[in-house]
Each structure stands twice: as structure tokens, then as C-alpha cells.
């Protein structure tokens, strides 16, 4: 059975690693988890949403299609999610790439999902 990939672009939430240096004088001074919390914390609430909402959304994602569907999340703060948003002209998060080519930008999983059954008649075959 073909494997669909889809590429997620859309702002993720990490916990921040600071250069060695300053990570060694954090980890000393018995401080990094506060850092780490103060980090998280200056995250805004509406940023916190999309990414509950999001990361449920991939979860039903990979429970409906189990095997069939390789997800990559792509922080497009990233270079590499940089690149992507400029070469698929994304301009709305979160946005779903179906093997490369198909594009969906929004919430909708009724759009999503026709945009994953098509993606199977594309999707090039397992090896």
C-alpha cells in the first residue's frame, strides 16, 4: 500500500536550548528548568491553542490512516520550514503538502481528508 507523505508548516511550540556555554552556566546554577518554564510561559495563549488543536489533529490523522501517512512537522521559523513556505507560496498556518505537491492552508479536516484520498492515487508506491 502507498505511503502519503504530508509536510505540516506551522509555528511549533519547543522548550529552548541556549549555546553550550551558557546551557553548561544554566544547568550549574540549578536554573535551567525555570529558564525553560519563563520560555514556554512567554509563548502567547493563542499560540498555545493552535498547537493543542494541531497536535490533536495529527493524532487523528495518524490513528485513522496508521501506516499509510508519513508526518513531518516543519516550523516555518526554521530553515528548512523557511524554504518550504517560499517554494509552495504558504502564507496561512497550519499547511498541509500531500507528496509534495497538493496543497491545503486551514482547519478544515473534511478538506484535508479528500486532499489525503487523493494523495493515495499519488502517492508513490512503497519499497
Not at 96 to 107: E, H, L, M, R, S
Request: glycine share 4%; proline share 6%; hydrophobic share 40%.
Amino acid at each position: 500500500m502507498p505511503t502519503i507523505n504530508v509536510e505540516v508548516i506551522a509555528p511549533l511550540v519547543a522548550g529552548m536550548k541556549h549555546c553550550q556555554s551558557c546551557q553548561l552556566f544554566i544547568d550549574d546554577a540549578d536554573i535551567s528548568k525555570r529558564v525553560q518554564d519563563d520560555e514556554l510561559n512567554s509563548y502567547p495563549e493563542e499560540m498555545w491553542r493552535d498547537y493543542a488543536r494541531l497536535s490533536q489533529m495529527v493524532r487523528d490523522l495518524s490513528q485513522r490512516y496508521g501506516d499509510q501517512l508519513r508526518i513531518v512537522l516543519i516550523d516555518p521559523h526554521s530553515p528548512m520550514g523557511l524554504w518550504k513556505s517560499v517554494r509552495h507560496w504558504v502564507r496561512t498556518y497550519p499547511t498541509f503538502i500531500v507528496n509534495g505537491q497538493a496543497k491545503y492552508a486551514g482547519w478544515d479536516v473534511t478538506a484535508l481528508d479528500s486532499l489525503l484520498r487523493a494523495g493515495r492515487a499519488t502517492a508513490p508506491a512503497a519499497s
